[in-house]
């Protein structure tokens, strides 16, 4: 009924940059907070940022998080990246469907950010 389809990742070497998208699809009713979360090897997962439908932002990191309602798409700019930031990247939405009475919590598949030289 619902997709996140994240794209963007990839190799890149340190103090390098990538723009990572998320394309929410389906029966949507409407979507509050957009997010993006992180998985390192051994660790757990993480937020690293969340944006509001109204633009409000929620940073963990050093990077941007920005996102286009008009398309049910959220975007993660990283600058400065670093080895430490290799993870994989997974995108968030809290929505609701057109079939659905109540907003829940929404996945994509993830996206493979690494890092190095």
């Known amino acids: 009924q619902v997709q996140l389809v994240e794209s963007g990742g990839g190799l890149v070497q340190p103090g390098g940059s990538l723009r990572l998208s998320c394309a929410a699809s389906?029966?949507?009713?409407?979507?509050?907070?957009m997010g993006w979360y992180r998985q390192a090897p051994g660790k757990q997962r993480e937020l690293v940022a969340d944006i509001t439908y109204g633009s409000t932002t929620n940073y963990k990191g050093r990077f941007t998080i920005s996102r286009d309602n008009a398309k049910n798409t959220v975007y993660l700019q990283m600058n400065s990246l670093k080895p430490e930031d290799t993870a994989v990247y997974y995108c968030n939405a809290e929505l609701r469907l057109n079939s659905g009475r109540h907003y829940q919590n929404y996945w994509g598949q993830g996206t493979q950010v690494t890092v190095s030289s």
């Open positions: 389906g029966m949507i009713f409407g979507i509050n907070t």
